[in-house]
């Protein structure tokens, strides 16, 4: 690979443009990755990179400059920086030393067709804050989901925000994104995937329902939750129990609450599942 050395000292530096274009989500088939921790998930995951740009300080870290060494042999344009242009490239207020451009992964359908006896799927319906999305990827991989789903008019999962809610987990869980609920409800029941819906008005407790089948749970938007046409859809409802002083969970916190009951259940594994069904 060719190694960049010139630093780059104009914020208008083609590079630092189009790295800040992809952060804004102008370019549809990329995504802007940042930070060490991220970086390195990135690179384990094996995702195509077209650009890489760091700090002139950031390779005197030992950790960051194995990094560095790593994204060498797998991108062409690793290139310094100065302190300013990252600054203007990077999505948080201050700088992790490190950004990247890369081809968007692979989601959708075929994504999660991959076979499992057992799949537990979680599916997120127009759910639209970035952070609570990326913590879902997150609780889902930790608690054993076996793929992720988001619908039409949701979050784009790949966003700097719901990356680093994420930490790494979007790069891993097989997702499908952009499905209509009709269509990924269709597609469990000709699976034999029983789905179950969260509501507030629903008889069963997340305790009473039966995780060791083949699951789908369905979680909708921070605001209101899903409507009663759409947990209709489902095969079956659930609500968390709540003190009366309390009217509602954070989403995330919520289907944490249920997969790890789901996990109880099952024989929780600290070993990775097999994605999907």
């Known amino acids: 690979m060719t190694r ?16 800040r274009a992809v952060r804004e989500g102008r370019e549809g088939g990329l995504i802007f990755v940042e930070g060490v921790r991220l970086a390195e998930e990135a690179v384990a995951a094996a995702l195509n990179f077209e650009t890489v740009l760091y700090a002139e300080s950031f390779e005197r870290d030992e950790r960051a400059a194995l990094l560095l060494k790593r994204l060498r042999r797998v991108c062409e344009r690793v290139t310094p920086v100065s302190e300013s242009v990252l600054e203007s490239v990077s999505d948080v207020k201050s700088s992790q030393g490190v950004v990247a451009v890369a081809r968007r992964p692979s989601t959708g359908r075929e ?6 006896t057992k799949p537990l799927v979680v599916i997120m319906h127009r759910v639209n804050n970035p952070s609570n999305a990326g913590a879902m990827l997150r ?5 054993g989901a076996t793929a992720a789903v988001s619908t039409e008019g949701s979050t784009d999962l790949f966003s700097p925000k719901a990356l680093r809610g994420s930490m790494g987990s979007a790069f891993r869980l097989p997702l499908w994104t952009g499905a209509s609920l009709d269509d ?23 305790t009473e329902i039966d995780w060791t089948i083949p699951r789908a749970v369905v979680v909708g938007p921070e605001a209101g939750g899903l409507s009663a046409e759409e947990t209709a859809l489902a095969d079956e409802r659930l609500r968390i129990p709540m003190r009366e002083t309390v009217e509602s969970l954070n989403v995330a916190a919520a289907l944490a609450v249920v997969l790890y009951e789901a996990a109880r259940q099952r024989g929780f594994s600290q070993k990775t599942p097999s994605p999907v069904v």
């Open 139 to 143: 609780v889902a991989e930790a608690a």
């Open 4 to 19: 960049h050395t010139e630093v780059i000292k104009s914020r208008k530096n083609p590079l630092a443009q189009h790295a």
């Open 111 to 116: 994504v999660i067709e991959t076979p499992n």
């Open 184 to 206: 990924v409800i269709r597609w469990c029941k000709e699976r034999g995937i029983n789905t179950v819906a969260s509501s507030v008005r629903a008889a069963s407790t997340h």
